[in-house]
């Protein structure tokens, strides 16, 4: 039997939501819902699943997830926080719960809403707890 765990971008969702950014006005794990206002009056973080591996592999069975996590944000395109300082703000977050910042992206914007784009990838290695 295995115990139940919280996916890793669950996880990376409830940490980021926890810190309670102001400058964060949505917040969405796996995809933004068409329902939303994608124009760039919004600061939009999104929370994805780059790959899920097993590893840890003893005796012919896995122990851990190798998880890869991808964070994007949507910079509103009247913020007024200095966009690297938010992504930092992020990363610091995310370091000092125990996910290792595997890549952060050059910033981009984007040509239909022209609003500034920042994307960066987390990485953590979840022991699978196995009981009876």
């Known amino acids: 039997m295995v115990i139940l765990i919280k996916l890793?971008?669950?996880q990376v969702?409830?940490?980021?939501?926890?810190?309670?950014?102001?400058?964060i006005d949505g917040l969405y794990p796996e995809n933004i819902p068409n329902i939303v206002d994608k124009s760039g009056s919004k600061?939009?973080?999104l929370?994805?699943?780059v790959s899920e591996p097993l590893s840890g592999y003893k005796n012919d069975t896995f122990s851990e997830i190798s998880a890869s996590i991808?964070?994007?944000i949507f910079f509103s395109k009247t913020i007024s926080i200095n966009v690297?300082?938010?992504?930092?703000?992020l990363m610091n977050l995310l370091d000092a719960n125990g996910w290792i910042i595997a890549t952060r992206y050059p910033n981009v914007v984007d040509p239909d809403t022209e609003q500034v784009t920042a994307t960066f990838s987390v990485?953590?290695?979840i022991k699978i707890k196995r009981g009876n």
Not at 13 to 22: D, G, L, Q, R, V
Not at 84 to 89: M, R, V
Request: net charge positive; no cysteine.
């Open 13 to 23: 969702y409830e940490i980021i939501k926890a810190n309670k950014s102001s400058w």
């Open 47 to 49: 929370i994805t699943s």
């Open 70 to 72: 991808q964070v994007q």
């Open 123 to 125: 990485f953590k290695k």
């Open 84 to 89: 690297l300082d938010a992504q930092l703000e």
């Open 8 to 10: 890793p971008v669950t």
């Open 43 to 45: 600061t939009l973080v």
